[in-house]
Every structure is written in structure tokens, then in C-alpha cells.
């Protein structure tokens, strides 16, 4: 299966995916109007042109009125990444033809002069955990992969090249340099700069959208616990 990164916009849920034939015309023209939408349909018609029959978004393939589900799949996410033929990223604010090599403040304003996909929480698990990305830019023109790109990736996200190459596995990295891929991105939930990194730390716990800093402290005492590395409480 090939899977999909990307910067949430105007999305498509579970709930709206699942239930598009049976809405009325006016409401499913809306949601086809989407960017979301559109996201899905040109992810899907990438993967069917590189031989994969299935693909796997976020948005539209975690039924979030399950808390059950949701909890399991922010579990699992890192492994679903890491176990996908493919990952597709998609840099939504990207209209140049090439891959960015020098920061650009004038048209990435917001996110340190690069494309926001690299200031989100999420998406570093994203980077790391895929053996092959595809990077893609706005209009779904293809503008390299994390394998020859690594070099430029790693002055962005300060990620070694080995790391983006090869995973975090059988590496000597310390608990506060994996922290310190992190420390500039942002989350639209204060929980989710916990949660998008257990499997970055290989834990497991419980969400609790509510706690706020307190999940950050939960993580911390999970990767504690199955680590005899200081270094964490450098955070």
C-alpha cells in the first residue's frame, strides 16, 4: 500500500468518505469541492499509476467518533508508515517545479522559510519512518525523493542523513537529539506534540485530549522507563 503526508486543510472525514452516495447533490458537490478531496483523488490516481492497490490517508480512513479507533491508529501510526511501499508528500503551499534548497521567507513566511509541511508535529514521524518518500508539489508535480534529497532534508530539519536513509534503527542517538528534531514544530493540539512522538521513542499510552502538558510529562515517563538516558530531562 502506498500512504499519504500531508499538511491538514479543508479535509474529508471517515464519516463524509463513507456516506458521499447517499448524500444529497448539493452536499456531496461541496465535499467534492474540497481541497481534501481533491488531495484524495490525485493521491489515489498516483498510487494506481505506481501499481499499488491500496492507499491509506488520514483524514478519511480513521473513524474519529471512535475513540477506540482514534487511540489505536495514533498508536500504530509510525508503524503504518514505516510498513507502506510508499509515502507520498505532499507540500500543499509548493509552487515551484523544484525542491527548495535555500530558505525562501518571502514565500514561507510562517514556517521559517520553508514549506509548512516541515514545521507541523506530525510529519516528522513521517519523514523518518517511510523507507521511500515521494515528494510532491502543488499542482501534484513530482520534485524528488527523501533518498537523493537527503542531504538538503537533513539542513532543514538538522535530521542526519543516515536517519533519513536508513531509520532510526540500530542507531546511537540520544533521547534529547531525537527531542530536538521536534522542538520547532507545531501542533494544532498541545497533545499532539506528545502523541506524534511515541513511535519516534518506540512507546505506547492512552489518548486523552484534555490533559494538555500533562501527556508531554506521560511521554516522558514512558521513554523513562524503558531508557537509562539523562539526556531526556535536558527537556
Known sequence: YAILSHRWGVEVTYEEMTGLMKMDKWKKDE??????????????????????????????????????????????????????????????????????????????????????????????????????????????????NKRHLAPVLENITKIPCEVLRDGLAGKRLSVAQIMSWAADRKTTRVEDRAYSLMGLFEVNMPMVYGEGKKAFQRLQLKIIRRSSDHSIFAW
Not at 44 to 50: G, H, L, N, S, T
Not at 72 to 92: F, G, H
Not at 95 to 115: L, M
Not at 125 to 141: D, R, S, T, V
Open 31 to 144: 465535499v467534492r469541492n474540497r481541497r481534501g478531496y481533491q488531495k484524495i483523488i490525485k493521491s489515489c490516481e498516483q498510487a494506481m499509476k505506481d501499481g499499488h492497490k491500496w492507499l491509506w490517508i488520514d483524514t478519511c480512513c480513521i473513524d474519529k467518533r471512535s475513540s477506540a479507533e482514534l487511540s489505536e491508529a495514533i498508536n500504530s501510526m509510525y508503524r503504518w508508515y514505516q510498513d507502506a511501499q510508499v509515502c507520498y508528500a505532499y507540500l500543499n503551499d509548493l509552487d515551484e517545479s523544484t525542491f527548495p534548497t535555500e530558505r525562501n521567507f518571502e514565500t514561507f513566511d510562517k514556517s521559517w522559510g520553508w514549506p509548512e509541511w516541515f514545521m507541523r508535529g506530525w510529519t516528522l514521524q513521517e519523514l523518518i519512518a517511510p523507507k521511500q518518500i515521494e515528494f510532491f508539489n502543488k499542482g501534484w508535480a513530482p520534485i524528488g
